[in-house]
Each structure stands twice: as C-alpha cells, then as structure tokens.
C-alpha cells in the first residue's frame, strides 16, 4: 500500500523551529520530485517547498525562503521540513507530496499541486505564543 505520513507537527511561538518528518511505505522517494504544502484556515493549498527527483532544484516561496528547508533521506524513505523563525502566518495544515518518477521530473519541480500523485494527510502546524 502506497503511502505518506506526517509527523512533527504542532505548537511552535514565533520565532521558534520545528522539523517536519514524512516516511513512505509501498514505494520509495528516490528519484522522484517532493514536495511540502500547506493550507491555512480559508486559504487555497500552497506549494511551500519542492525538489526534483535527481536533487537538481529546490524551490521554495518567497514567504519562506531564507527560513525553510526542504531535504530527503533515501536510507529512510523519508523527507523533511526544516521551518526556522516561525511566523504566526506560518500556521496551517502541512502536507506532504511525490510524484512518480519520470526523466521529466528529475531535473525539476513544481509548487503546484497537480504535479504530484501521492500525497500524506496532513500535520497541524500553530505558531502562537
């Protein structure tokens, strides 16, 4: 069975860190683009963060670069969400996305979501004091 789970989230105050984790079963994220994206209360879902199959491009929003990390560990089939100096604009639902591998997709990424194929259900993500 194909799938992704978040995990990491939670209450961070402004200012602060947290790390987002994502593990795959049923398949591996090796070569293949992931992705980050997120929905806040009566928002549309936004691509926070990608990169490309063959790790060749990340590309980040302009909201968050500088300030986001997005990483990949193929000995763990996992990927990551490094978020420093949280924003209270920060707060959403975070999910986490692949798509299947392609020579197309290992050189580039896309913040839009119908790029992917497999998406994870999602971790709360509040930035408040």
């Known amino acids: 069975q194909v799938e992704l789970v978040e995990s990491g989230g939670g209450l961070v105050q402004p200012g602060g860190s947290l790390r987002l984790s994502c593990a795959a079963s049923?398949?591996?994220?090796?070569?293949?683009?992931i992705a980050w994206f997120r929905q806040a209360p009566g928002k549309e879902r936004e691509g926070v963060a990608c990169?490309?199959?063959?790790?060749?491009?990340?590309k980040y929003a302009d909201s968050v670069k500088s300030r986001f990390t997005i990483s990949r560990d193929s000995d763990k089939n996992a990927m990551y969400l490094q978020m420093n100096s949280s924003e209270p604009e920060d707060t959403a639902i975070y999910y986490c996305?692949?798509?299947?591998?392609?020579?197309?997709?290992?050189?580039?990424?896309?913040?839009?979501?119908?790029?992917?194929?497999?998406w994870g259900q999602g971790t709360q993500v509040t930035v408040s004091s």
């Open positions: 996305a692949a798509r299947s591998p392609s020579t197309f997709s290992q050189r580039i990424c896309s913040p839009e979501a119908t790029f992917y194929d497999h």
């Open positions: 049923g398949f591996s994220l090796e070569g293949r683009a």
């Open positions: 990169i490309s199959g063959a790790d060749y491009m990340t």
